[in-house]
């Protein structure tokens, strides 16, 4: 075995080695950015061959644990995939509001007792056996018809189990562990858990409220990046939407590089407003995705997309090997939601509006500038994340630290107002002002 600080790497396989370290990661005993032994010195120490490191530590990075920086050597992954972003949330004490957790209003959600009702009536007039299609023919109907009149490029339409469940099916069906993929920064925490998950490296894109700045996608393009992620409306956490303007742009810069695998993620659907100007159809390969779960409910697990015929076939070729699709009953209850119209995108967006323009113009009275053009979140840079998310939960106010979402772009808190009221605006504006401090300078891109 060989002593790492306080932690003794063991094993006599490759699997057994890896296996060893990535242990030490999950339990913090390895810290993120920690320099591992040269495998040939481990491999002495273990007497082993060099090559059993070698094998070991690709098992890593290949897994997103470790990081390799050539005569640098290889260290612990400043966020490796073990630590989970989600593990930097906040803790709520008794008595403390939370608007940390990116949750719809449950009060803007649509009932589905009738369309769970109907659909399982549905199920008993036809149930749904093996070697039935995949997707709903009505549901798929009504799908393409959206994504039509909102300007998508034609293709097929498949379903999954959220949007995360769909980005990891499309990612896995094109790259290769090592590949980069350029991603929003502040973007979605999840995601950037997902890529080194998937063996692959983030390369971070800045964004203003117009979406992602183009020359930092043209810098992420050209330093190789096989794929891009962007969010088209309601970005997470900034609340950023893709302009008319932005997207010509981008479409531009993505035709360059036809290529590039190009994932769309269209979550605000339903609770935005804002015109969709799609990117999609520029690149070879490419999907636009609509997730149910702001709109409906996040325990309403589907997610539509529709993207090129490979693509789209690749996901339904490796989903028929797995879960083999996703429930139909889910699939009824939501094509019946979206014919019924069981929400009014107008009303939801107007009530998110209010309470985020709100909280934005109280914090701008204040002298704190804050970012959310749309969605249910507010994204207000801070100095010292630590500091603030301390003195907010000190004031009663939980918030969640930019950490989860960031790489490279300057620290903020993220303030969820989906549980705001309008008596809310203004203890919260106070209170994110006094934890803030006056004077201090604050940077947004």
Excluded: C
């Amino acid at each position: 075995m060989f002593v790492l600080g306080e932690y003794r790497i063991e094993g006599r396989r490759a699997s057994e080695i890896a296996a060893s370290v990535e242990r030490a990661v999950g339990a913090g005993s390895l810290q993120p950015g920690e320099v591992l032994p040269p495998l040939r010195e481990l491999a002495v120490f273990l007497e082993v061959n060099p090559n059993t490191v070698a094998a070991a530590y690709r098992t890593l990075r290949d897994r997103g644990v470790i990081e390799t920086a050539g005569r640098r050597g290889s260290r612990v992954r400043p966020r490796p995939a073990s630590t989970a972003r989600e593990a930097l949330r906040v803790a709520v004490p008794p008595g403390v509001r939370d608007a940390s957790d990116g949750n719809p209003d449950p009060a803007l959600l649509p009932p589905l007792e009738r369309a769970l009702a109907e659909a399982a009536a549905r199920s008993a007039r036809r149930p749904v056996l093996y070697g039935a299609p995949a997707v709903d023919a009505d549901l798929a109907a009504l799908a393409r018809s959206a994504f039509s009149r909102d300007g998508v490029t034609e293709g097929p339409v498949a379903v999954t189990s959220g949007s995360l469940d769909a980005m990891e099916r499309v990612l896995a069906a094109h790259l290769r562990p090592g590949d980069a993929v350029a991603v929003e920064d502040p973007g979605w925490g999840s995601l950037l858990d997902l890529i080194p998950a998937l063996g692959l490296r983030a390369a971070p894109v800045g964004l203003d409220d117009e979406g992602p700045l183009p020359e930092q996608l043209a810098r992420a393009l050209a330093g190789g990046a096989r794929a891009v992620v962007l969010t088209d409306r309601a970005q997470n956490p900034t609340g950023a939407v893709i302009g008319r303007e932005r997207a010509v742009e981008l479409r531009a810069l993505l035709a360059d590089h036809p290529d590039v695998l190009l994932i769309e993620d269209d979550h605000g659907h339903g609770i935005v407003d804002l015109p969709l100007h799609p990117l999609s159809g520029v690149t070879d390969h490419w999907v636009l995705v609509r997730s149910t779960a702001k709109a409906y409910g996040p325990d309403l697990r589907l997610a539509v997309l529709t993207g090129d015929a490979v693509t789209v076939d690749r996901v339904r070729g490796r989903q028929r090997l797995g879960p083999g699709w996703v429930s139909h009953l889910l699939q009824d209850a939501v094509a019946h939601l979206w014919r019924t119209s069981a929400i009014e995108p107008t009303v939801v967006a107007g009530a998110y509006d209010r309470r985020r323009e709100a909280l934005i113009r109280a914090l701008a009275e204040r002298g704190v500038p804050a970012r959310g053009r749309s969605g249910m979140n507010v994204w207000v840079p801070v100095p010292d994340e630590t500091a603030a998310v301390a003195r907010l939960l000190h004031a009663g106010w939980a918030v969640a630290p930019g950490a989860r979402f960031r790489m490279q772009s300057p620290p903020g808190v993220r303030i969820t107002v989906s549980g705001l009221s309008d008596d809310d605006i203004g203890p919260v504006a106070d209170a994110v002002a006094s934890a803030t401090g006056p004077g201090e300078t604050r940077r947004y891109e």
